[in-house]
């Protein structure tokens, strides 16, 4: 399919939150170890996923929302269970570092990716009805960004 303005913004809006999360201004704050352990190895969690994800995805990963012209819809690995788990990723990594080191700022940053993840799948699952016959099924199958166990999200 081809990439529309709407594909551009999202990208871009995301660098912009990815390099904000990066440049802090606001002082941390003391957290328990407990809370630094567990942030931490949600953080490593969600960059395993991520990266699972990127390498399922294959040939036909994209940055953009609208699929590669010629992409096949993914259904196996960690696909079965979520929809989008490169966000999954990326929102565990993102949340659980905040937490890990203090981070207010990179917090506010998280929940704005939170959100924009969210309207960014909204937008692309759109695109993808259009170019799957079958991702309706697919979707009702699979949650959003967790498993269908949660229902937040789905």
Known sequence: MKTTTQDYIFVGLQFVLFAGYVFEWLPRVKVPPAVTVSGMALAVLGLAIAVFSVIN????????????????????GLYRWVRHPIYTGIILLVFGFAA????????????????????????????????????????????RFFPKLFKIFR
């Open 57 to 76: 995805l294959n040939r036909s990963l994209t940055v953009f929302p609208t699929s590669k012209k010629g992409a096949e819809l993914i259904e196996s």
């Open 100 to 143: 890990g080191i203090g981070s207010v700022h990179k917090l506010g940053i998280a929940i704005c990716m939170l959100v924009l993840f969210y309207l960014k799948s909204t937008y692309e699952e759109k695109q993808l009805l259009k170019q799957y016959p079958n991702y309706a099924d697919y979707r009702r199958r699979t949650g």
